[in-house]
């Protein structure tokens, strides 16, 4: 089972995922999204570093393939982002693990939650872009960027910056600043739903980008995108549903 | 409170939302939602047609100034192409209601589900499009539809077809088909979850849109997006998170 654990709290998480879980001899993952889970005693735990997903992936399969009950999991939803895409790469690399009884339980991703806080920033078309450039060329996220302006699509930002990697949130936003509006409204979404979480509402044009870290996932509203004040309170972050069509 | 219910079983919704319905005086949705739930007599049921979505939203948002505790729910996750952009919108005009005490429980959204069924669909960076024109003009979908092929994003599209909109599958998919290589993947993800689940995979080529409905959620992949076969079984469905890589 390829086990999608929400984005942190045990409330965000589907009553699939906790069967998953309880069901599982063995559980396979990054440490922080092993250490989330209340396991018993016989359940072996098989944790690992952030950036060895293949490894995790292939441990995963050879476990399963030795009769082992086994959840690999992923914070969020494990097809975004996440553990789906490796586990399902090594069994294209070696088809004798085609042959497993596998299986994918969805959750609730970084986006999802962050759009819950914020109000309805993802009511209308977008887009979801991983800036970590580990796997892809810088170009195709160049190309994706563009699109997705050529498009007015929200664009929600996933791995927007890391130690390894501090220039490309810049990148990124310098190229989205040359097309689209400075007026844009934006935020940034850090750690949503776990105790450190923090909401900055901010505009393209003024955003500080060097509040962006790992933890944060950003979106950036499309030409129809608006905040609305609220007394006392951070304004709600708007996409309606209609476009371009005076209200 | 703005739930979102997850596609259909109740596995898939989260501990969150099933307390916020069990918290709730007052239920306000589109009535093939509201019937999922089990409730208590002493929780009143507003259940409504589809199309009415700002009428809904104004009804739940005078029961909770009218110090109701309300439950809105939707399919799926509110913020996705579902009933949180239409409070909000009701929101913005009409300031009153910005005073109200509002949250958003997010869920798990359809192409979650679908992807989950499929393997790995969504697992590098994606899009997701609704082809319903009610609220928006035919030309901004194309342009979306142009600048998701000119990105090389994954395509997830809601909303492809209905009584009322029978060519805007045939048009999407015109469209597509003169931008992408005929042999892209292509899933049909109808009903997924629900008792008349049904999977179609194709190309984008060959596909076959009348099997297109209202309750199908359709993935396009990107040139990366390729099927894994298996013996016996539908093929796995994977994009994976190296771009422009030979393996």
């Not at 490309?168 to 936003?173: D, H, S, V």
């Not at 995108?225 to 708007?238: C, E, G, N, V």
Request: aromatic share 6%; glycine share 6%; hydrophobic share 45%.
């Amino acid at each position: 089972m390829i086990v999608g654990l929400g984005p942190g709290p045990a409330d965000w998480m589907t009553p699939e995922a906790s069967a998953a879980i309880e069901a599982a001899n063995d559980i396979v993952g990054y440490d922080p999204y092993v250490k989330r889970l209340v396991l018993r005693t016989d359940q072996r735990v098989h944790a690992s570093d952030n950036r060895v997903e293949m490894d995790r992936a292939r441990l995963a399969l050879k476990l399963a393939a030795d009769g082992r009950d086994v959840a690999v999991v992923s914070g969020g939803d494990p097809g975004v982002f996440a553990m789906a895409a490796a586990v399902f790469e090594a069994i294209a690399d070696d088809p004798q693990w085609s042959k497993l009884d596998i299986a994918v339980v969805p959750g609730v991703t970084a986006m999802q939650a962050a759009a819950a806080r914020l109000g309805a920033p993802l009511g209308h078309d977008f887009c979801a872009i991983s800036l970590s450039d580990n796997l892809k060329p810088w170009t195709i996220i160049e190309r994706r960027l563009r699109a997705a302006a050529d498009g007015d699509f929200v664009i929600a930002l996933y791995n927007p910056a890391s130690k390894a990697r501090p220039t490309r949130i810049t990148q990124a936003f310098d190229l989205l600043r040359a097309l689209k509006a400075s007026t844009t409204p934006v935020a940034f979404a850090r750690a949503i739903g776990r105790a450190d979480e923090k909401l900055t509402l901010t505009t393209l044009g003024e955003a500080d980008i060097s509040l962006v870290d790992m933890a944060t996932l950003v979106i950036i509203g499309s030409s129809e995108t608006r905040f609305i004040p609220r007394d006392d309170a951070r304004p709600w972050m708007l996409t309606p549903r209609a476009y371009g069509v005076s209200r």
